[in-house]
């Protein structure tokens, strides 16, 4: 049961870290209007599970879907201007975004899954989360984020603590 329950965390984990190499080719602004995509990501697995949306709601999606493009174009076409390392980042960033929106679309639907056919208890679920998020935060993203990704901060994505008031 703990490893199942371990599932939505990894997801959570793997959309935190899409959407964190986003945040370095696209701007904040951008990022957040294409968060709005869940509703989009949400509609479709519903719909593919089987359960009937009626015509209001794939009209607000379709709303919504016309609204996200217009925000990815508009970011695509400020590219240089927008995203400081330039050179079509903001395609890649975007389309990060949008993958992390989805996985965490596919997160809620596996929580779901497990607290309703597993019946899993939601502070159960909530407690192994935190738990085995805290340890592969710890012990591999931050390792890694420190010794292996590279960044502004004297060559490290991670700064040291206690270096330069840091």
């Known amino acids: 049961m703990?490893?199942?329950?371990?599932?939505?965390?990894?997801?959570?984990?793997?959309s935190s870290v899409l959407s964190m190499i986003s945040l370095s080719m696209i701007p904040l602004s951008v990022a957040a209007m294409l968060r709005g995509s869940i509703v989009v990501f949400t509609a479709i697995i519903k719909q593919l599970l089987g359960d009937k949306l009626d015509a209001a709601a794939w009209a607000?999606?379709?709303?919504?879907?016309?609204?996200?493009?217009?925000?990815?174009?508009?970011?695509?076409?400020t590219d240089d201007s927008a995203?400081?390392?330039?050179?079509g980042s903001a395609i890649i960033g975007i389309t990060l975004g949008l993958l992390s929106v989805l996985v965490m679309t596919v997160q809620g639907v596996v929580e779901?899954?497990?607290?309703?056919?597993?019946h899993a208890p939601a502070l159960?679920?909530?407690?192994?989360?935190?738990?085995?998020?805290?340890?592969?935060?710890?012990?591999?993203v931050y390792p890694a984020s420190y010794f292996f990704v590279p960044g502004a901060d004297n060559g490290r994505m991670e700064a040291r603590c206690g270096r330069d008031g840091v």
């Open 83 to 87: 995203s400081a390392s330039g050179g």
């Open 124 to 140: 159960l679920l909530v407690g192994v989360m935190g738990l085995v998020g805290f340890c592969l935060t710890g012990g591999i």
């Open 112 to 118: 779901e899954k497990l607290m309703s056919e597993h």
């Open 2 to 14: 703990v490893i199942l329950l371990s599932i939505p965390t990894f997801l959570d984990l793997v």
């Open 60 to 77: 607000g999606t379709a709303i919504i879907t016309a609204a996200v493009l217009v925000v990815g174009a508009v970011s695509v076409a």
